[in-house]
């Protein structure tokens, strides 16, 4: 994957170029471009990571070319090509700060968080099986889900039960697991506090025995 802005760039001004000459734009390329060379500026609207941003980015460009994107998320890098895109500014942009004044940060949110969490599944169960997956992400909610998944199992174990269980059950599945692991968290709370409260109440009751006995023995007449 392209880690430098070169490419991305390149993408940019040719999609520029494009519009120009009045010949069809590459949405998508444009999309994942201006999140790849806008990493560091959009991640301060939309939080994250801009390295993260970037290698997601790179991800789903590398997913791209071999035909691996969903219709859900060629869809979303599409909406926000549309909704957050300054086309007579767009030429003019020749560096990040360039791209701040062409670009509507707010519409590339969702395709922002789908990079990060892309990043995330990566950092887990590594390229190969972040690819495989990546037909399963649809947007925002599905990409955040899986990489959710992706913590919690292994690259291996994620990719079986995908093929197993189909797209729909497998994340439907990864909400199950984080609601058993949000209950499970809950339930430790809960006990770690009743056994704060009941070594309180035993700490509290060996005071009150130990002060008990200091005013018995005080009380007591003196020979």
């Given at each position: 994957?392209?880690?430098?802005?070169?490419?991305?760039?390149a993408?940019?001004?040719?999609?520029?170029?494009?519009?120009?000459?009045?010949?069809?734009?590459?949405?998508?390329?444009?999309?994942?471009s201006?999140?790849?060379?806008?990493?560091?500026?959009?991640?301060?609207?939309?939080?994250?990571s801009?390295?993260?941003?970037?290698?997601?980015?790179?991800?789903?460009?590398?997913?791209?070319?071999?035909?691996?994107?969903?219709?859900?998320?060629?869809?979303?890098?599409?909406?926000?090509?549309?909704?957050?895109?300054?086309?007579?500014?767009?030429?003019?942009?020749?560096?990040?700060?360039?791209?701040?004044t062409?670009?509507?940060?707010e519409a590339?949110?969702?395709?922002?968080?789908?990079?990060?969490?892309?990043?995330?599944?990566?950092?887990?169960?590594?390229?190969?099986?972040?690819?495989?997956?990546?037909?399963?992400?649809?947007?925002a909610?599905?990409?955040r889900r899986?990489?959710?998944?992706?913590?919690?199992?292994?690259?291996?174990?994620?990719v079986?039960?995908?093929?197993?269980?189909?797209?729909?059950?497998?994340?439907?599945?990864?909400?199950?697991?984080?609601?058993?692991?949000f209950?499970f968290?809950?339930?430790?709370?809960?006990?770690?506090?009743?056994?704060?409260?009941?070594?309180?109440?035993?700490?509290?009751?060996?005071?009150?025995?130990?002060?008990?006995?200091r005013?018995?023995?005080?009380?007591?007449?003196?020979?």
């Amino acid at each position: 994957m392209d880690l430098t802005p070169v490419g991305d760039l390149a993408g940019i001004l040719r999609a520029a170029k494009e519009y120009l000459a009045g010949r069809p734009v590459d949405e998508v390329d444009l999309a994942l471009s201006i999140v790849g060379v806008g990493a560091t500026a959009l991640v301060i609207v939309t939080g994250g990571s801009s390295a993260a941003v970037k290698a997601g980015a790179g991800l789903a460009k590398v997913a791209r070319g071999m035909g691996r994107l969903s219709d859900g998320l060629v869809a979303l890098t599409r909406r926000a090509v549309v909704d957050g895109v300054d086309w007579v500014a767009l030429p003019g942009v020749r560096s990040v700060d360039d791209l701040k004044t062409a670009l509507r940060a707010e519409a590339f949110a969702p395709l922002v968080s789908v990079a990060g969490d892309l990043h995330r599944m990566t950092g887990r169960v590594g390229i190969a099986h972040t690819l495989h997956l990546m037909p399963l992400v649809e947007d925002a909610n599905s990409a955040r889900r899986l990489a959710n998944a992706a913590e919690a199992m292994d690259g291996p174990r994620l990719v079986a039960r995908a093929e197993l269980l189909g797209p729909a059950r497998v994340l439907r599945a990864t909400v199950r697991l984080s609601e058993m692991a949000f209950g499970f968290a809950a339930a430790l709370l809960s006990l770690a506090a009743s056994l704060g409260l009941a070594a309180g109440g035993l700490i509290q009751s060996a005071v009150l025995r130990q002060l008990r006995r200091r005013l018995s023995r005080a009380d007591r007449p003196r020979p």
